[in-house]
Each structure stands twice: as structure tokens, then as C-alpha cells.
């Protein structure tokens, strides 16, 4: 079955950097490929996710690129604020109806 | 438009007793899917329901059932329950790719 890494697991920035996040998935039948982000008591949100023709979706300060061959995709947070602070999941799903599965999910906190 | 609702929030149950936890979708959407999120595993999929028919299930015992209904609404029910299978259980509700979670049921099974 599909197998998803995430990295880093933590991310600490200032407010106003940069953060990537990066994935890789073992299934090249894997086709949709969406982020989410969760808050403490929260479930996961849905922020931006992208399918398999494309290679980079942005929405405002956040973007998403994928790379088929090398089978990895990554979450880019511009201008980073504290309330971006959460925990992150990329997850991908092939075939096989809406089976998420997810990577490990990275801590990110932005320091003020 | 009303988001994904899961009840109970919370819950607490003694080892080898059943329970029974309740979502409803987002209006419209016809696909539930269930997950297990714990610290040491992540979020893992249990399994997926459209038009009441279970389309996905997830590596998971058969202690772990689930059901939907003609409204989409959809349970899942864990029997004889475990310490281990203390988490929080969430519920997404889908359309098309895009799933949207609920706030999930922390069960602790003590």
C-alpha cells in the first residue's frame, strides 16, 4: 500500500520567514495529494491541495508544488505569522476511492 | 453551510465495553470516512462509506464496524474495547477528493 514520509517532524521559524515542509509517497498511482492543517482540540482543515497534472498551486501566502518523477511534494508557508502555528499533514490518495493516507505531520511554531 | 458534526466530543469507557460514535456529513456530501489519530500511529484510515455501501476499509480488526445511512449520516461502533484503542476517532465528509474533518470524539478507554 501507499507509504507517506514527512519532514522535518518540528519547524521552528520567526515570524515573517519561510517554511517548507516536505513529503514523499511510495504509490506512483497516487493522484491527489492535499494538506491539512490541525490546532489544538481541532480536526484536521483542509488548506490547499493539488492533483498529479499539476506541478505548483499557490493560495496567498501558501503553495504547494509536486514532483511525479521523483514522487515528493511540499508545502511552502510565506511570511509566516503565529497563528500559522499548528501541526501540518500532508496526505496522498491513489485509486482506491478517498483513502487518505498520511504522512507523520511536522510541528511548526512561529516565534513572534 | 454547516460543517461536520461529531458526537459525542467526548467519551470514556471501561475496557471490554462496546461504543458507538455518531457523524453527520456536510450536506450533500454522500462519502463518510473514518480515522484513528494517536500519537504513536498518526491518522490512520478506518474505513470509507458512499450511498451506505462500504467502499474502503482500513487495516484494522473486526472489532471496529461502521454504517451509513440513507441520509448519509454514518456510526462507527468499537467492540470490546482496549486501552489501546483510546484516541481521537474523526470523520470526514467528501464530495468529490476534497475531505473536510470534524472535530472528532476523544474516546479513553480505561
Known amino acids: 500500500g501507499e507509504n507517506v514520509e514527512q519532514h522535518p517532524s518540528t519547524l521552528s521559524v520567526q515570524e515573517g520567514d519561510s517554511a517548507v515542509i516536505k513529503c514523499t509517497y511510495s504509490?506512483?498511482?497516487?493522484?491527489?495529494f492535499p494538506w491539512y492543517k490541525q490546532e489544538l482540540g481541532k480536526g484536521p482543515q483542509l488548506i490547499i491541495d493539488?492533483?498529479?497534472?499539476?506541478g505548483e498551486k499557490k493560495d496567498q501566502r501558501i503553495a504547494v508544488t509536486l514532483n511525479k518523477t521523483a514522487k515528493h511534494f511540499s508545502l511552502h508557508i510565506t511570511e509566516t505569522q503565529p497563528e500559522d502555528s499548528a501541526v501540518y499533514f500532508c496526505?496522498?490518495?491513489?485509486?482506491?476511492?478517498?483513502?487518505?493516507?498520511f504522512g507523520g505531520g511536522t510541528r511548526l511554531m512561529v516565534k513572534p | 453551510k454547516a460543517g461536520v458534526t461529531q458526537t459525542p466530543r467526548y467519551l470514556i469507557k471501561t475496557r471490554g465495553q462496546q461504543v458507538t460514535l455518531s457523524c453527520s456529513p456536510i450536506?450533500?456530501?454522500?462519502?463518510v470516512s473514518w480515522y484513528q489519530q494517536t500519537p504513536g500511529q498518526g491518522l490512520q484510515f478506518l474505513f470509507e462509506?458512499?450511498?451506505?455501501?462500504?467502499?474502503n476499509k482500513g487495516n484494522f480488526p473486526g472489532r471496529f464496524s461502521g454504517r451509513q445511512f440513507s441520509n448519509s449520516r454514518s456510526e462507527m461502533n468499537v467492540s470490546t474495547l482496549e486501552l489501546g484503542d483510546s484516541a481521537l476517532y474523526l470523520c470526514?465528509?467528501?464530495?468529490?477528493?476534497?475531505?473536510?474533518f470534524g472535530p472528532g470524539t476523544r474516546l479513553t478507554v480505561t
Open positions: 496526505a496522498a490518495v491513489g485509486n482506491a476511492g478517498n483513502m487518505l493516507t
Open positions: 450536506s450533500g456530501h454522500r462519502s
Open positions: 493539488i492533483r498529479s497534472n499539476v
Open positions: 462509506y458512499f450511498s451506505e455501501t462500504q467502499r
Open positions: 470526514a465528509s467528501s464530495l468529490g477528493s476534497e475531505q473536510y
Open positions: 504509490d506512483s498511482a497516487s493522484n491527489y
